[in-house]
């Protein structure tokens, strides 16, 4: 027997042994279910004997901690990335064929840990891989929701929104630590007390405590080069059973505690991007950071015995302002309870603490009512207002008495029933806010942080975003890394941010292209298989596959498209014997569900699929897809099939997005506005390799002034016009024929997005991929220099630089082979 042939043995011997003593099952009566998780217990066997090792390999070190503190993390299906990144993907396969069963089939049971909504959730979890793969001593910390991001049906064309149930089955990934538990405390009072050197001290003491107990998930970096922990929170009672009430009859009173501690990790809050205004998402907040804190102190002060050196050895980066309590509870800790002096404990918070903004849309950045938090964090908000009172004195200490200025900057807005501004909070409390794209950190230094920027000029840096190639191109596209391994040789696997590049004299041989024309060819018959199977449609895998994936969002522009997919459906019937390019336009995403015009959006979505593909004049020349529930999985089988990527957001308002590099990585070509990444690629990929369109983000901001009212646009685009219509009049609707009038007479009347203005230009753009689609060989052309342009987008390159620029913490060199 070789070596490989007593793995796949070893390994066989293994899932049968998890499959009769952990599951409790033999061969013979194993249902899918069980099989996965034999299987996903015997990989874990092999992730936990390298997490022991890499976690005394970094004791040993002793390196700098950096800690990623994130409301959300879409983490999507664990087995092949663990498989896969440990370098046992083909032993499982093999060694599951033995067993006669299906590795494919076995994979598709685990359910999506979906915590999270969206882009700025994937990124932390691309940013766990890549530290890991990097070596990087990284933690994650999170909350554990019972129920992740709803999963979203489509009955009669509405999204209907139904409880994710990601744990119903257990989770083989996670490891409760209930010894590893901290108390978080809510509302209560504040008492000073006069201290031995005079002092004024202050302890509070909360009315309500809730325990926070850890999970941690083992994180798997590429080759197993290190594995790091990402630990989330569940919250639990202080007491779970009131015994005395629950005697006395009151069954339910008994555990009305219970059960009101427990909702803090009940759901993910279900918006990405409006202003929660709920008092449950500030207690997930706090929660969160509160045991975070408290744990990485606790382990701080056991490898270093001492917090005046902390900055020196831990890193914390917020992800967004949903954290951002942060900065308050770390003054809180070291003040009170470890008696740090509030100057020297404000220097090391601001030291320590670093914080990655992620939108500029005023009603996304996060703001509490000022009596919310004296109610729920009262000792937070004397600590609010004291640190308000010193960067208010600072700054007319150095002679700043502009009255706009000082109220531009304060942490409390006093113009809105007054709030506690976390965003401004987030900025004073961080030696470091980063933007995710070039574009995005330009308009913030305009925009949001126009005056803190101008007070801290050293401040707001740039990273652009970028996402894991292990997943987003070796795992979702098998057959197109074959196909660069056999070009460019195993090294592409190693470090693909170097070696992509190598592909671009391919780009020039037919045959290459051929094969690589093929592989899209072979995802595509794939991804018609699902919507065969699930909405008995038949897709033409000739066609163009114009792909739009992402949460439902009226800056992300679904509605432009749509208008021309109705005006492309106009055309085709007024001129049926033109030589139409076929295409299939694929649409798939959720809508908060409390965000109407989205969910609106939605219902036309399928409107105009139903009135379309049962149109026979179109002759099968058009088809429109809404595949529901979009989430990691999906994404992972529709991008290495689409053929173009629609990433259209009103320049301005999309801070970087990520699907546009998984993507182009894959080799879609981009049609784009110069919005968020889009310019970076734009510039790397080289423009003629994507359909760059409409007005830019200062075109945008110049027509806003002039007004919203969209009247002269639509007038002189004949099939605008038509296409708005048809819609208003109810042609996609007859069932209720009024049902988008107000939708069309908003983009008429109050055209916020720019739907109408770039109408025209987009249309154009669309005609311009025809053209190119028509010409195989400057497709094919440009989709290869796509995916061998597309390195510097890799979060490797990403989280090196934030470990260079924000943490300073050195990148262990890669020890390749
Ligand atoms: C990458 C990804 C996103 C981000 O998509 P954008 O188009 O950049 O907004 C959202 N959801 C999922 C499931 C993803 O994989």
Known sequence: MNESESTVEAFKASI?????????????????????????????????????????????????????????????????????????????????????????????????????????????????????????????????????????????????????????????????????????????????????????SQSWQPQETVRAIAYDTPVVGWRGASVNTLRLWRARAEENLQLDRFNAGDHFGAVAGEVRAESISRVLYPADDTEAGQELRLRQEYFLVSASLQDLLERHLRLHG??????????????????????????????????????????????????????????????????????????????????NAEHIDALRAKDIHDFRLLRAVSLIDEDNGRRVRMGNLAFLGAHSINGVSALHTRLMRDTVFRDLHRLYPQRVNNKTNGVTFRRWLFQVNPLLTHLLVDALGPEVLESPQTTLEKLQPQAEQVAFRDEYALCRRRNKEALAQLVQRQSGLLLDTEAIFDVQIKRIHEYKRQLLNLLHTVALYQAIRNDPTTDWVPRVKIFAGKAAASYRQAKLIIKLANDISRTINGDPTVRGLLKVVFIPNYNVSLAETIIPAADLSEQISTAGLEAS?????????????????????????????????????????????????LGLEMGDVVADSERLEAALGAIRAGVFSPDDPARYVGLVDALLYDDRFMVCADFEAYWA?????????????????????????????????????????????????????
Not at 684 to 699: H, K
Not at 773 to 802: C, H, K
Request: charged share 25%; net charge negative; with cysteine.
């Open 16 to 200: 049968l042994a998890k499959l009769r003593y952990a599951v409790g099952k033999d061969p013979e009566n194993a249902f899918d279910h069980d099989w996965f998780e034999a299987l996903a217990l015997a990989t874990r066997d092999h992730v936990v004997d390298r997490w022991e090792e890499a976690s005394a390999q970094l004791a040993r070190q002793d390196d700098k901690r950096v800690y990623y503190l994130s409301l959300e993390f879409l983490i999507g299906r664990l087995l092949v990335d663990n498989l896969s990144n440990l370098g046992l993907l083909d032993v499982a396969r093999q060694a599951m064929a033995e067993l006669n069963v299906e590795l494919e089939r076995i994979r598709q049971i685990e359910p999506d840990a979906a915590l999270g909504n969206g882009g700025l959730g994937r990124l932390a979890a691309c940013f766990m891989e890549s530290m890991a793969t990097l070596r990087l001593a990284a933690h994650g910390y999170g909350i554990r929701y019972e129920h992740g991001l709803f999963r979203q049906a489509i009955i009669d064309g509405w999204q209907a929104e139904q409880t994710e149930t990601w744990l119903d089955f257990g989770n083989p990934w996670e490891f409760e630590r209930p010894e590893v538990a901290y108390r978080v405390g809510f509302g209560g009072g504040v008492t000073s007390h006069v201290q031995e050197d005079g002092g004024i």
């Open 306 to 387: 001492d917090l005046q050196n902390l900055p020196q050895q831990v890193a914390i980066q917020l992800n967004d302002t949903h954290p951002a309590i942060a900065v308050v509870e770390l003054m809180r800790l070291l003040v009170d309870q470890h008696q740090i002096q509030w100057a020297r404990a404000w220097e090391l918070t601001v030291a320590s603490t670093a914080y990655t903004n992620h939108t500029l849309l005023p009603e996304a950045l996060e703001s509490w009512p000022v009596a919310l938090m004296e109610r729920l964090l009262p000792r937070h908000l004397q600590i609010i207002y004291l640190i």
């Open 657 to 705: 997005g990520t699907s546009n590099m998984k993507f182009a990585l894959n080799g879609a070509l981009t049609i784009g506005t110069l919005d968020g990444a889009n310019v970076e690629m734009c510039e790397r990929v080289g423009e003629e390799n994507l359909f760059i369109f409409g007005m830019t983000a200062q075109q945008v901001a110049a027509r806003q002034r």
């Open 765 to 817: 753009a669309q005609r311009q991929v025809d053209k190119r689609w028509q010409t195989p060989n400057d497709w094919w052309r440009s989709a290869v220099l796509n995916t061998a342009r597309m390195g510097w987008f890799s979060s490797d390159r990403t989280i090196s630089e934030y470990a260079r620029d924000i943490w300073q913490v050195p990148v262990p060199a890669r020890d390749k082979g």
